[in-house]
């Protein structure tokens, strides 16, 4: 009934572990480092050595940018549920959500809608550049992955794995695309429009063959290992109560207009 | 009035981001692997070369384990809510508690409630072994970390990570406890025994110096890594929905025996 | 600092605690029901009589509709983590996401951008319809809340729900409307389009006063009582161990063609 | 092969819905409130007139407790994801674990464990009462549901819950005995011990048949509808973002003692 149904990713017999086709146990543990097992899993095959080198880079880019909503929200699970950190850290991730990591998937999808291929000259992408600023600019939408809160006059991460990706010969189609992206952006704005580190990544990732839906699941993990170290700092160093004591004393308590059934306007949003 | 609060975690400034004291894009990114950063924040520092390949194959032999209860919850909630992969993989996380993951914990507690330290001499250690066998064995109460419903011969990602140790003199004070531990209780038993990866995870990382509330830690990020390769094989070779049809085609619907308020009887659990 | 910040929830002195205004303690336990409640938190004032039935039908319609994705999901997270009931319900809402979900928040987006009033005529809530109607079709794209896997003829929460709203005058102007869009739909449609429970709660909800970010709430209140009924179930007639064993057994391990790195194929989606 | 997997909550046809037994759109919707649907999945039947409103009452008295942990955690994810709800309302849920509903098991667990039947005298259930705080005070640990942080002279919520419970004659054997508990328990404490708003309801719950793994599963669906609450109000009214700069700038950044790999100090815990 169900023979049609397939999964490549592992398989166990009673000697022998088998993750996307490789023997875990003697061809990876020990051999290959946890970041190409991970591309191993996302991608479907083993990441050549510059490959390695640039996808570990992204993932210790995005692993932790401090006291974040999403690291508050895995602490103050913690110290409701001590017991079940797999709450606190599935809380953390819950909260690295569209506002945060959704420019990876944005980015990806304005990329790989141009279709720039390694075969595509510097002109063709400067045109498509020039193409997709236009159109933003012309609907009032903005780009993804350009622009910062703090780091306005360049991410130090982008700056980072730009030079890396040079260095291994992988800046590929889609990073040269994003980069022109940005310069045009940038030459028509009044505020500072550096390249973030998730446009960047989102762009390098799809050079590096991470479909569209494993974008995001990139800096799930990587933010997954920071949620750790918050969690563990908690333990012992908590800041959760305080947190909670702030806000309650630190909000005020109004009470509602009204309470009165007949009131019955309606809040729109 | 918060002055004593403090993280060790990260911070940022417009041109720098620290990690732990380290800088991110120079001293870290293009650097050091993912594994080793991740290890630096939850050990607190940088792992020697030797215990960065050891902490590597930890992460990498726990990724993934094929079609476990884990990996269907990450595809189940990706079916119903393919635009914030960030649940799936926390419901796949969520369904990594106690029954698979507990674990890594329940041996940390064993292992460090026995206080082992590198001074302790082998005898010394089998006389502990022998105790707490004996203990669990009076109170009838199981070992963590030993057993294995598929590998009964020896669990092969245990033996290649007792390897790896010694390749890199890491077997430390609680794994050379735990293999005796194992030792004794296998001797006494009447089905197979074998330290399963949980168990000599637990204990190499109590050796690494990762401190308890992050044993399950550890296993929740390598195992994130193998939720996001279910999730995109998910998105291109699905078995969710099968899923769902069998559920709904094999489980019979019974109607209760009783749906009468009158009827009070009281359940137990 | 924070001056400005206000709540208007909840609030708690020794001996009185307060919920958007009223007494907790003695205004609304035992004598306001839970949905009434919910009703208070999300709309800010207590329901009218025939509100409170309403808006419980919809709450009771929503509850359960058998072994889904998202019960499914909590049941095998149970089974992972039975010690941590709030991860398995937690695991179960995650799946109740947008595939199945978003229906209500989609309905009331949908209505409310065409803002019709208690004091808009039939005729001109018709001329909306239509007008709806030719846009999807002239775009292609599907309008939310028509249409139903099982209950072709009708979806009998529907009905249930129409005959409700008319018998308590609360047939407000935005189910009016999505009636005669799914009239208009239907009329032009060569498969059955019912409007299905969540289309009509969309809309019912969008009457009652309830805004967008809270529809979807709605729901997953209601859902989570259904996961809890699931989860006592899969503790005394667990199915996820056989659902485990089910996906092992039926899928099929395929090695992957490749994992050569030298194979870049791209994987889109 | 799955002959013997049954279900018993809920079922469809295509022009009928059923939930334990009963017709979903006839014989519950408009008929019954949430409330009771929600106790006939947790108990499998329709509740009493008087269980009802004694239900409801718990359910009240739990949905909110303002500016809770579990309510920040919700409103710091629905800020990084706000077009996924219901991983703002499962984030709220998380952080509703064992440290605040903890203690409806614990106490579940304790009562059931001591076996009170209606049978069961009062003098008999003194005795019992008796003995459970002696054991607890000879083991040095804390018994559940007594004490309370801001509700120091007797929870409002806990007496209003008996004052009903009473009305309706539901005072069964578990609240009987667990007041007996408190009653002693306070006689040899130092500081004041009530019987807190968790404790009465696990009570409850157990005398009104709900098995001991819903008993926060119960908690779980009531505070749900105060997270939709907060989150709705942090659409309109955010503190989400204060709270974040409120943390980065109370926090002072403090430069780890060292990341030097061969400091080799094992944290424990």
């Given at each position: 009934?169900?023979?049609?149904?397939?999964?490549?990713?592992?398989?166990?017999?009673?000697?022998?572990?088998?993750?996307?086709?490789?023997?875990?146990?003697?061809?990876?543990?020990?051999?290959?480092?946890?970041?190409?097992?991970?591309?191993?899993?996302?991608?479907?095959?083993?990441?050549?050595?510059?490959?390695?080198?640039?996808?570990?880079?992204?993932?210790?880019?995005?692993?932790?940018?401090?006291?974040?909503?999403?690291?508050?929200?895995?602490?103050?699970?913690?110290?409701?549920?001590?017991?079940?950190?797999?709450?606190?850290?599935?809380?953390?991730?819950?909260?690295?959500?569209?506002?945060?990591?959704?420019?990876?998937?944005?980015?990806?999808?304005?990329?790989?809608?141009?279709?720039?291929?390694?075969?595509t000259s510097e002109a063709e992408l400067d045109a498509?550049a020039?193409?997709?600023?236009?159109?933003?600019?012309?609907?009032?939408?903005?780009?993804?992955?350009?622009?910062?809160?703090?780091?306005?006059?360049?991410?130090?991460?982008?700056?980072?794995?730009?030079?890396?990706?040079?260095?291994?010969?992988?800046?590929?189609p889609?990073?040269r695309l994003?980069l022109r992206?940005?310069?045009?952006?940038?030459?028509?704005?009044?505020?500072?429009?550096?390249?973030?580190?998730?446009?960047?990544?989102?762009?390098?990732?799809?050079?590096?063959?991470?479909?569209?839906?494993?974008?995001?699941?990139?800096?799930?993990?990587?933010?997954?290992?920071?949620?750790?170290?918050?969690?563990?700092?908690?333990?012992?160093?908590?800041?959760?109560?305080?947190?909670?004591?702030?806000?309650?004393?630190?909000?005020?308590?109004?009470?509602?207009?009204?309470?009165?059934?007949?009131?019955?306007?309606?809040?729109?949003?």
């Amino acid at each position: 009934m169900a023979a049609h149904l397939s999964t490549s990713i592992g398989h166990s017999t009673p000697d022998r572990i088998e993750v996307k086709g490789l023997d875990l146990a003697n061809a990876l543990m020990g051999e290959v480092d946890f970041g190409s097992v991970f591309f191993l899993l996302a991608a479907g095959r083993l990441p050549a050595m510059g490959e390695a080198r640039l996808f570990n880079a992204i993932l210790v880019a995005l692993a932790d940018h401090g006291l974040t909503p999403s690291a508050l929200a895995a602490r103050l699970t913690y110290l409701g549920a001590p017991d079940a950190v797999q709450g606190a850290i599935a809380a953390g991730l819950l909260g690295a959500g569209s506002t945060f990591l959704g420019v990876f998937e944005n980015v990806g999808r304005l990329l790989r809608a141009a279709m720039p291929a390694s075969t595509t000259s510097e002109a063709e992408l400067d045109a498509i550049a020039v193409r997709l600023v236009a159109k933003h600019e012309e609907l009032g939408t903005r780009l993804p992955g350009l622009g910062h809160p703090v780091h306005h006059g360049g991410d130090p991460r982008t700056l980072r794995l730009i030079e890396i990706a040079e260095e291994e010969g992988l800046l590929g189609p889609h990073i040269r695309l994003m980069l022109r992206v940005q310069a045009h952006a940038a030459a028509g704005a009044t505020r500072p429009l550096p390249l973030n580190a998730g446009g960047a990544s989102g762009a390098l990732l799809c050079d590096l063959g991470i479909a569209t839906p494993g974008l995001r699941g990139v800096a799930l993990v990587s933010r997954a290992a920071g949620l750790v170290g918050h969690v563990l700092e908690e333990a012992s160093a908590p800041i959760g109560r305080w947190l909670w004591d702030t806000a309650e004393n630190s909000v005020t308590y109004v009470t509602p207009r009204s309470s009165d059934p007949a009131d019955k306007s309606v809040p729109e949003n």
